[in-house]
């Protein structure tokens, strides 16, 4: 069974520019939810992702945009970097049959806003 | 607006001992579900253990248990028998009706040998 990866791990980008990360999901699951952890909080969730439309979304603004493949794989896009963008961002895989919505993640990428 | 509440930013104890990390929530849902997620250093984020707010039986998984008290909206985790391995960032996660994993701000642990 194929865990949830995702790319890069790390990166840097500056003010201004756009970024685009990219999750696998655990194979079997239909569902992606993308969460951003700045530096010492929780997990904030962005949004979810089901049969390639989204399914739920959290208080952040339209720059952050996301797409689910066929294949359940997934982008998270933000446009407009701003140096609070700084965080772990991170991918969790899920299957809406799961009555519990247990989510299994990724090790997430760490991006760096300078 | 429903939230999760974890009052304790860091806890150390020696390993072998036992240790409790407590998590506040706030919700008006009758029917949700409680979790413990593990974050080790550098690795992803784990189910610990989780808990049905419609079940009185408080859950268990191997030393890991809760003590989920409904009325008082509280969820702590008991750790036994801790081990190195459990040095991580532990947070309380809740799903409340049709909303998404609501996360607490967590508890760094650490276990002294």
């Known amino acids: 069974e194929t865990g949830v990866t995702q790319s890069p791990t790390h990166l840097i980008k500056t003010r201004g520019q756009q970024v685009t990360l990219r999750c696998s999901s655990q194979s079997g699951h239909n569902t992606v939810s993308w969460y951003q952890q700045a530096l010492g909080q929780g997990p904030q969730f962005i949004f979810q992702?089901?049969?390639?439309?989204?399914?739920g979304r959290g208080n952040f603004p339209p720059r952050f945009s996301g797409l689910q493949f066929p294949n359940y794989s997934s982008e998270l896009n933000v446009n407009a970097l701003e140096l609070d963008d700084s965080a772990l961002y991170l991918c969790?895989?899920?299957?809406?049959?799961?009555?519990?919505?247990?989510?299994?993640f990724g090790e997430g990428s760490r991006l760096t806003v300078l | 607006a429903q939230t999760v509440t974890q009052s304790q930013p860091e806890m150390s104890v020696q390993e072998a001992e036992t240790v409790t990390l407590s998590c506040t929530y706030d919700?008006?849902?009758?029917?949700?579900?409680l979790f413990w997620y593990k974050q080790p250093p550098s690795r992803q984020m784990i189910l610990v253990i989780r808990q049905e707010a419609y079940k009185q039986q408080n859950a268990t998984e191997n030393r890991f248990s809760v003590n989920f008290q409904k009325a008082a909206k509280s969820f702590s985790l008991k750790i036994s028998d801790s081990q190195l391995g459990d040095t991580a960032m532990y947070f309380c996660?809740?799903?409340?009706?049709?909303?998404?994993?609501?996360f607490g701000t967590g508890t760094r642990l650490t276990i002294i040998p």
């Open positions: 969790a895989s899920s299957s809406l049959q799961d009555p519990y919505g247990e989510l299994f």
């Open positions: 996660a809740s799903l409340f009706g049709n909303e998404k994993l609501t």
């Open positions: 919700t008006s849902e009758n029917n949700y579900y």
């Open positions: 992702y089901y049969r390639e439309e989204e399914n």
